[in-house]
């Protein structure tokens, strides 16, 4: 079991900056790939990004390539997510999720409660 909470979100201007954290607990971390997904108001959840259990490999949504950029602690639980140049199109809840290393959101097991992102133009 993996319990997963979001932090860092907030808000913050157009062509700003914003990292957010996910701390998770229990001594599996090390042993899922952990994503970012988002949900903009009226829109459906959509992958941002992933990273693998050993750190070595990420992905990302193609529309946030070279904005944002997601890491990983293991020795700590920690994942983060980079996130500069933001857009008021980035205005979204951001969830963290556990799981195996896919896009899909079906296969990540556990999420956490999500953290609110607002972008102002």
């Known amino acids: 079991q993996v319990q997963l909470v979001e932090s860092g979100g907030g808000l913050v201007q157009a062509g700003g900056s914003l990292r957010l954290s996910c701390a998770a607990s229990g001594r599996t971390f090390s042993r899922y790939a952990m994503g970012w997904f988002r949900r903009a108001p009226g829109k459906e959840r959509e992958f941002v990004a992933r990273i693998s259990r050993d750190t070595t490999v990420t992905y990302y949504a193609d529309s946030l390539k070279g904005r944002f950029t997601i890491s990983r602690n293991n020795a700590e639980n920690l994942v983060y997510l980079q996130m500069n140049s933001l857009k008021p199109e980035d205005t979204a809840v951001y969830y963290c999720?556990?799981?195996?290393?896919?896009?899909?959101?079906?296969?990540?097991?556990?999420w956490g409660q999500g953290t609110q992102v607002t972008v102002s133009s």
């Open positions: 999720a556990a799981g195996i290393y896919s896009g899909r959101a079906d296969d990540y097991d556990y």
